[in-house]
């Protein structure tokens, strides 16, 4: 590393705020169990109303997309994201945010050219890397089963 760098380094680490990190675990555990344990009573409450597994397994990630985006949308996600860290990331939810704050943002610009344009800035690339992924997996398997026969 050249001189220069380490002492811009050294000066960046100097006037970086210090994270509290065993506040920002704290949060991240508990934000993220409690998006999971509103999973959890959205299964309850599907199954008490006479739905079946089947419809159940559907209307869960639905409703808490459709929640996280509706959030996105008025600004609260954005806030409980801040604090939360990870927590709001790894579910579903972080995914559905991902998703639709660009959209959102954009919205000025008309529904073609703003929402339209800027919805697949993070779900194109990993729509596009899951169906690469699943089509080179399901060639290696279809080769696997070919010679194991």
Known sequence: ML??????????KALSPKS??????????SIGGMICIIGELLIELYSNI???????????????????SLLTG???????????????????????????????????EGYILGVGANLFKIAGPVIAYGVF???????IYYIVKLFCQ
């Open 50 to 68: 006479g739905l079946s597994d089947k419809n159940t397994k559907i209307l869960v990630p639905c409703t808490l997309i459709f929640a996280a």
């Open 133 to 139: 992924s699943s089509v080179i997996y399901g060639v």
């Open 3 to 12: 001189p220069e760098n380490k002492v811009y380094n050294n000066y960046v």
């Open 20 to 29: 509290p990190k065993l506040i920002d675990f704290i949060s991240a555990f």
């Open 74 to 108: 008025i600004g609260i996600f954005d806030k409980l994201a801040k604090r939360a860290g990870a927590g709001t990331l790894v579910p579903i939810t972080g995914f559905a945010n991902a998703v639709s704050a660009p959209a959102i943002e954009f919205k000025n």
